[in-house]
């Protein structure tokens, strides 16, 4: 698989009450062009990722609508996309408009991501962003149907990227992890929300032995 191809399967991925960032556009908060931005950056990214070896993959549960949904990047808000860009040689721009703050859990992730040198690729279980029914700006647990066609993709991200490690952030991400990836190098963590930003970084901290 490509990385044309994978953001191409992407795009054909449609649920009910969830938001596919590289297809849907969001009224309120989306530029004209915001699809196909959030498209080109993650093909972007993944072809900066192939070009050397990526020492490890964190993945989450599913986008929130203070994050993904809006960069179309795992763990990644408005504040931080840039800074995503940058980790991969990549001056990006964003596909929405402000008004929006920004979102807990991307702010532990790169409170730890930005003292790591090492290539590291962000992904979730669900790629996309599921919504309660009538209410675009919440967020709810992908269902079993939606897992396990966020897993299937995952699957090939995966043979594509070649990991060294597997970092899977909350309990959602680990049982995935744990059942599909066995043959990986597997370190579970604290996902940061609801009080475990702490644990997270501490954790992650001491995997990387970051001072």
Aim: proline fraction near 7%.
């Amino acid at each position: 698989m490509t990385p044309s191809s994978f953001v191409k399967s992407l795009q054909q991925l449609e649920f009910d009450h969830a938001f596919n960032p590289y297809v849907d556009r969001c009224p309120v908060y989306d530029l004209a062009d915001a699809p196909k931005r959030r498209s080109s950056i993650l093909l972007s990214v993944l072809e900066a990722a192939l070009r050397q070896p990526v020492d490890a993959l964190w993945i989450g549960r599913d986008f929130g609508y203070r994050g993904g949904r809006r960069t179309g990047l795992a763990f990644t808000d408005d504040d931080h996309l840039p800074e995503h860009g940058r980790r991969w040689g990549l001056a990006v721009q964003s596909p929405v408009r402000g008004g929006m703050d920004g979102e807990r859990s991307a702010r532990a992730v790169w409170q730890v991501l930005s003292r790591v040198d090492a290539p590291v690729f962000l992904w979730n279980v669900f790629p996309l962003h599921p919504h309660d029914p009538g209410k675009p700006f919440s967020n709810r647990k992908h269902n079993a149907r939606e897992r396990a066609s966020g897993e299937e993709i995952l699957t090939r991200l995966v043979r594509m990227l070649e990991p060294s490690t597997i970092v899977a952030v909350g309990r959602d991400a680990a049982w995935t992890a744990d059942r599909m990836f066995g043959q990986f190098e597997t370190l579970a963590v604290r996902h940061p929300s609801h009080g475990g930003q702490r644990i997270f970084v501490d954790q992650m901290s001491g995997w990387y032995s970051l001072e």
